[in-house]
């Protein structure tokens, strides 16, 4: 694991927790592996630059580095209970919740995502920060997941805030910095046509006419019109920041893949309408419509639907 200067290491008892699979579901873009290993994966967490290994003999470990506070966390993430290092940690990786309790109550519920869910053991849903993910799932549009990666790192390492003096760890840039940043460097970034999307949801987020921190106070209706009113953020973006960065696990974001996932379990692979498949889940999953999405998302990004 890195070493970082005054570093604290935090260590938890879990299990059903895959970090790998987590990380590399679709929901976050902003980490990496470190350098020489397959299982230590290096972020930002709240404005703390993190390592956490894979859970080994049911302990998970990560080192943490406390920053100058000034990334994006600082600013929008919800509050949590107990604002201590392994609140934090244990918050973002949702390591509080019996994700086995959770499976065998999705199976009794729908016995159709048993092989789906078998197959992704260890997944947790993250609670992430809603500026990161906001950008994030705006540079989504047209994209994939590793060009999305690419992006977002290429952000964090052109406009964010070193996180450790002397090494290469640093903050998700605030909505003032990327509102200020110049066009080109943006498109250097792999932004493409996103550009003006992310130009746009920083004067928004800038200038308060979105709060992203008071989204919490909201209902789900509310915050996801707040959300769609940002230039360039339709249902689907709004749906994504809801689920995976304010834990809103009614919702139910709709993309290719989750299409297709739907309609080949449930319509024998005819093709429905986005709004017929968000009404369907909502309907037949109800407050755990999220926790499917991630299982169908993962499950058919990885097989193809080839069961």
Known sequence: MITLPNAKTVIYRVKDFDLTRTLTSGQTFGWTRVSGSRSVFSGEIRGMAVTCREPREGFFRCRIFKGSGVGSSAATAPPITTDTDTAVIAHYFDLERDYSALASKLIV??????PVIASGRGLRLLRQDPWETLISFIISA??????ICKSVLALKASFGVPLVPGAKAYAFPSAQVLGEAAEEELIRAGLGFRVRYVKAASAVVVKGEVDLSSLNDLSTEEARSALMSIPGVGRKVADCVLLYAYGRTEVF????????AVETLYFD???????????FAADRWGPYAGFVQLYLFDYFRRTGGNR
């Open 269 to 279: 692979g005819q093709e429905r309408p986005v709004g017929y498949i968000i009404q």
């Open 253 to 260: 974001p709709v993309d290719v893949w989750v299409k297709r």
């Open 109 to 114: 519920l729908d016995a159709t995502l048993a």
């Open 142 to 147: 047209h994209n994939n997941v590793p060009r």
